[in-house]
């Protein structure tokens, strides 16, 4: 009897840590999911409790799809309601802007001195 009253815990902090890493970031509330593997890690009776009341969200489950199926990705960046991830393309693009943005403030900064040190020159005379 007392081996099952031991048992229950470890048991429900497995169940536990299997649905957490089971799920996906858009159906855990209120923390990251690794916090909540640490929080059942160290405190698993509380933890797995504190999990199945407010960490885990109830809504409803998508359909399974196969897991080399590209449909699996699209549904779970719809589901998380954020846009679709760019292309590398689109990324240098983006890097190549920043780093013209950055060369321009660099040489607007560097022109603005040769101003400065101009002024200073001719107001010394």
Do not use: C
């Amino acid at each position: 009897m007392y081996l099952i009253l031991a048992a229950l815990p470890i048991l429900l902090s497995v169940l536990t840590l299997a649905d957490i890493i089971m799920r996906g970031e858009h159906q855990v509330n209120h923390l990251p999911k690794t916090f909540w593997i640490i929080l059942v890690i160290l405190i698993p009776l509380v933890g797995a409790i504190l999990w199945w009341t407010i960490g885990r969200d109830y809504g409803p489950r998508p359909e399974a799809v196969p897991f080399g199926d590209p449909r699996r990705w699209e549904r779970l960046v719809a589901a998380a309601g954020s846009a679709p991830l760019s292309s590398t393309e689109a990324e240098l693009a983006r890097l190549k802007a920043e780093i013209a943005q950055a060369e321009n403030d660099a040489r607007i900064r560097r022109l603005e001195a040769e101003v400065e040190a101009r002024r200073r020159r001719d107001d010394a005379r």
